[in-house]
């Protein structure tokens, strides 16, 4: 079948499905409205649902013919973020209705890129053997919900996954390109929030007291340092702090405790991400020992891992794309270093995490993601559309082997990573 003719003939379909969830967004878990609204929608194409509690929704599409199961992905909620009626150069096409609360990472196009790909999948189960499961996650700005959907896909669902499928849109990359890439393509990331406890004292007699301010300084320093003196050149790391807080704004009194937060960002956990962690860990025992001073984890989950690619399911994904819609299509960007849960997922099943263009300077679509002015250029999601089911047809009726191996961490502990 023509894959990009016919999601061209269901453009409209998905425009209108794109504005109705970008028009009444939900925040992270509580989608209800949204969960329903695509519960509905599927039932009414015929598509055997459940809706897993506090977790999300599955759709399965059966050829009726022996073969692979493939998982794709779509994330449903929306930000705390009041959205701009402007982007880049002008109006935006539509808006959401709800005060405060938008769709500025561009999950509304994902649903609405995964419906047209099921009512085409559903429609042509000729063109496969096998199952395409659908997932809706919940809470995915959170990684709040996965810790219920995950489990109950492996535990529960009785479904044998082979491999699993996501894209995600992106403001760097033109409308009408798309991406497939091996390796790390998002971040992994540690967060934090550490409180360190001193003895408060006064500014004429600070040998007196512990300061926490004097404490954090000295790991501040060696944390920011360790990029350049433990990771290897080849390996990225970012280190950064978001706030910063101690005393009651008296220049002359020491405080007694200081509190701050911030993250790390890597593309390899056992490279980068866990030695950061367990140097973290040492350094706050050994500095605040030092300073007379001690702390508290007020927030510090398990790192989340990086989404990693299988690489003979990025090559078969890039081959399909170039097959069924001519190298024109493909674009390469560089890896993103924001963090994505369905690095989860590509734990448990090779899989890759694709890339959908969206950005386009003459119609003011370009700002990044988490920004008010964030908006989408629709024509997009045509080729988002078509590349998930170009990569579900090659996934379902491609004999090819792959080297993955999955995790031994139990889903119960890896739903647990955060970031």
Known sequence: MDILALC???????????????????????????????????????????????????????????????LLRAD?????????????????????????????????????????????LNSHKDAFAGKAVLCFERGEENNGDIVNLLPWIVRRSGLSIDGCYATHVRWDMPAGKVSIMPGSVM???????????????????PDLANSP????????????????????????????LGYLHAGDDKYNIIPDKLTFG????????????????AFFLDALDRITALHGCSYKILQMPKALYEARNDPACAELGRAALLKDFGPGCLYDPEPWMASESFALFERLYPGVLAFTGIGNPELGCGANHHTPEFDIDEKGMIM????????????????????????????????????
């Open 8 to 70: 061209r003939e269901m453009f409209p379909e998905t425009v209108r499905l794109r504005r109705h969830f970008h028009e009444n967004p939900e925040l992270s878990n509580v989608e209800y409205n949204t969960i329903a609204f695509l519960e509905s929608y599927l039932k009414d194409l015929g598509i055997a649902v459940t809706n897993v509690p506090d977790g999300g929704l599955i759709g399965v599409i059966d050829s009726g013919r022996p073969g692979r199961t493939l």
């Open 76 to 120: 449903t909620d929306a930000l705390p973020i009041a959205e701009s009626p402007q982007n880049l150069k002008g109006p935006k096409c539509c808006l959401s209705r709800v005060p405060g609360i938008s769709h500025a990472c561009g999950h509304d196009a994902h649903m609405a890129m995964l419906l047209t790909a099921a009512r085409l």
């Open 187 to 205: 971040a992994g990331g540690i967060s934090f929030t550490i409180e360190i406890d001193g003895t408060a004292g006064h500014g004429a007699r």
């Open 213 to 240: 301010i004097d404490c954090f300084t000295a790991l501040y320093e060696e944390l920011n340092s360790f990029r350049g003196r433990r990771v290897g050149p080849f390996e990225c790391l970012t280190f950064s």
């Open 262 to 277: 911030g993250t790390a960002r890597f593309f390899s956990y056992e490279k980068a991400g866990r030695p950061f962690e």
């Open 384 to 419: 988002g559309a078509a590349m998930a089911v170009s990569y579900t047809l090659a996934f379902l009726n491609t004999d090819f082997k792959t080297d993955f191996v999955p995790t031994e961490e139990p889903v119960e502990e890896l739903v647990k990573r955060n970031v």
